[in-house]
């Protein structure tokens, strides 16, 4: 379930980037501010059943390849082959973690800290 809230978290950390950046009037700023509280509640979420470094690094890292990728395709950014480059580093790296972090190993180490076992 870890790795669904970290989903949530990057999908909207998208809307509020893009928040960011286009709101104009009080009824968008809220709404940006609005998913910003929802984008961070699915992060602390995940931090309670994976690694903080992993979910943290998922979420930075997807957000920023999926909103470069918006800006390429939408938003009239300009893509170069280093760009593109670089952002598949970043999916590789995403990919990497989520294969890497096992979310049982994180569940026994908080079982382990609540029993006074670390």
């Not at 700023?29 to 602390?44: E, L, P």
């Not at 893509?79 to 973690?97: A, N, Q, R, S, Y």
Request: glycine share 10%.
């Amino acid at each position: 379930m870890g790795w669904i809230y970290v989903l949530f978290a990057a999908i909207i950390e998208v809307v509020w980037v893009l928040g960011l950046k286009y709101s104009d009037n009080f009824w968008m700023w809220t709404g940006t501010v609005i998913a910003i509280i929802f984008s961070f509640y699915f992060v602390i979420k995940a931090c309670e059943v994976l690694p903080s470094g992993s979910v943290y690094a998922t979420f930075t890292g997807s957000g920023a390849a999926a909103i470069a990728i918006i800006d390429f395709s939408f938003l009239g950014e300009a893509f170069t082959l280093g760009k593109g480059f670089f952002i598949l580093l970043i999916i590789i790296g995403v990919v990497g973690i989520q294969l890497t972090t096992d979310e049982k190993d994180r569940s026994d180490d908080s079982l382990a800290a609540k029993e006074g076992d670390v």
